[in-house]
């Protein structure tokens, strides 16, 4: 019981200046993340506009999304994020305008600490690691984009691709981990995300 209140004691000291809007952001979240049709968007674009650092025009935010630490997310115009995907934002998010993520996409901007060993890993904390993705990018569905990483302009992600490193703009990556399969400048290349 202890080490269990000393793990809520850590996230406490260390979110202590957003816990209002954590605390906010899942009672609102809990409330509107199932809501149906057009208003169920309407709604939660008022409230992520709200919680989010910076939420630009045209967002579509579907049913099942879950994002956290929206406090760290800025999004441009005609930001869309579709069923199932999951967003977390303490490292701190920042993406383009025309980004789509696709059901069930997670994207983080944290990593566990992991490399002293004298000591449980629960107990360690986040390594905060941003993540940037650029205008008109598409996530494919059940993709995994880790922090620290910068994705260039025009991006196409395939679903189920776990991506590790920086990708150049125009690129279409597939795979686990994901590799360029093509550059979109070089022609019409299909791709089912």
Known sequence: ?????????????KYRNNLLHLLL????????RHLPSIEGV????????ALFKKLGDN??????????????IE?????????????????????????????????VSSTHQHKKIDAPM??????????????????GAHAFIRGGINIGRGVVIGAGS????DIEEYKIVGGSPARIIADRRDGETELTC
């Open 75 to 107: 999004a441009g115009n005609h930001f869309s994020m579709n069923y199932g995907a999951v967003m977390d934002g303490r490292g701190g998010i920042s993406l383009g305008n025309s980004v789509m993520v696709g059901p069930h996409a997670v994207l």
């Open 162 to 165: 776990m991506v590790l490193t």
């Open 25 to 32: 952001e899942e009672y609102a979240g809990f409330f509107t």
């Open 59 to 72: 967002a579509l935010i579907y049913p099942g999304v879950y994002l956290t630490h929206t406090y760290g």
């Open 122 to 139: 629960c107990t360690l904390g986040h390594i905060m690691q941003p993540l940037i993705i650029q205008d008109d990018v598409w996530i």
């Open 1 to 13: 019981m202890d080490e269990h209140m000393g793990q809520i004691e850590r996230f406490l000291k």
């Open 42 to 49: 309407m709604i939660r674009r008022m409230l992520y506009r």
